[in-house]
């Protein structure tokens, strides 16, 4: 795989610093990742007990969390990418 470097972190903000510029996008990005832990949850926890409900409301609030991060996506100028 190669050498690891040594301050990772860093060197991927330099890279892509475009990418997390915009407050907007910041705030979508932390309610979409909230969202996906707590459907994430409603749907182990459904699953596991035998609830239905709970598992088909964290089913819904996955795809509704995704589509938000997607449309924060969408809302940037330029497209997402990866520098490696």
């Known amino acids: 795989m190669g050498k690891r470097h040594p301050n990772l972190p ?47 409301i964290g089913l819904v609030t996955l795809f509704a969390a995704m589509s938000l991060q997607h449309q924060g996506h969408k809302v940037q100028n330029e497209p997402h990418s990866q520098a490696f």
């Not at 705030?27 to 749907?43: Q, R, S, W």
Request: proline letters at 2%; zero cysteines; charged letters at 5%.
């Open 10 to 56: 860093a060197w991927q903000w330099r890279s892509n610093p475009q990418s997390r510029q915009g407050a907007s996008h910041q705030a979508i990005d932390l309610i979409a990742v909230a969202l996906m832990v707590v459907a994430f949850l409603l749907l182990a926890a459904g699953i596991f007990s035998g609830n239905a409900s709970s598992a088909v």
